[in-house]
């Protein structure tokens, strides 16, 4: 109630009304509470079915731009950079990986009727090439970049900190603090292994045309189409991949893609003593 003279007098409420509106605060209170955020990227875990699922999200005009970068290589273009974020993903690798087993597997077969078509009255089809090819192929594509991100994930854990003992402690204080930190360098960890895996899948589609053209038996075009396939995908993987650990692990660059480029040399001969 408002006086003459601007003074204010409080009104005492009833007991019944003043339990009424607590009551109602309350619930509300507690509805907002029981609230749960949304679940973002960086939450899912690799168990998780729609972890994997966002991997597949891609439209074609994704993976045909991709795929021309495997098959023409620019150093001047950073494929990570520039054509596989903001996400990578593992549709066109599958199916290019698929692809390529079977190209590999039919064109061995095809290969060894050519060669035995004179000499033998009946021919079987060699389904040990499927399995062979296969493991070759998939070994290939998931181990190296798995054991390539676990290098660099060690080498990461094992670096010292270039900071006084109350910098770390308080660095490990806000890492502890931040309940969020550790999900968030779990999918960044994550991403980074995707892109090289998505990379090495990629790498892998110059080899379904050269894998059928291993058919021809003239051992002159087979060891050139052999340094064709590994001098495309070998320079695709070194201009991807070459930017980025040339940033994170100076040191380890040149090792690390000196590794890459023998491993790949020794699938690529693999591969073509498969088929």
């Not at 339990?19 to 029981?34: A, C, F, K």
């Not at 991997?55 to 495997?70: G, I, K, M, N, W």
Request: charged share 15%.
């Amino acid at each position: 109630m408002s006086m003459s003279n601007g003074d204010y007098v409080r009104i005492p409420l009833s007991g019944s009304f003043e339990d009424q509106v607590d009551q109602e605060l309350q619930g509300t209170l507690e509805h907002n509470t029981n609230i749960e955020s949304p679940k973002t990227e960086s939450s899912l875990g690799p168990f998780s079915f729609k972890f994997y699922q966002q991997y597949f999200d891609v439209d074609t005009s994704q993976v045909l731009h991709r795929l021309a970068s495997a098959f023409i290589p620019n150093p001047r273009i950073n494929f990570i950079q520039h054509s596989l974020k903001p996400r990578a993903d593992l549709y066109g690798p599958f199916w290019i990986s698929t692809t390529l087993m079977l190209a590999a597997a039919i064109g061995g077969n095809i290969s060894n009727y050519l060669q035995s078509r004179r000499e033998v009255s009946s021919w079987h089809y060699d389904f040990q090439k499927v399995t062979l090819t296969s493991t070759i192929i998939y070994v290939y594509w998931w181990l190296t970049p798995l054991l390539l991100h676990a290098v660099m994930h060690i080498h990461r854990k094992n670096k010292k900190p270039q900071s006084n003992d109350a910098e770390s402690d308080l660095t490990d204080l806000l890492e502890r603090s931040d309940t969020d930190s550790s999900s968030f360098h779990n999918a960044k960890n994550a991403n980074k292994f995707f892109d090289v895996l998505s990379t090495y899948g990629y790498s892998l589609a110059v080899f379904v045309p050269v894998a059928i053209l291993w058919t021809i038996q003239i051992d002159i075009l087979q060891w050139l189409l052999f340094l064709v396939g590994i001098g495309i995908s070998g320079a695709f993987l070194v201009f991807a991949l070459m930017p980025s650990i040339r940033k994170e692990y100076p040191k380890l660059a040149t090792p690390i893609m000196i590794v890459i480029i023998v491993v790949h040399f020794g699938f690529s001969l693999a591969l073509m003593v498969s088929c």
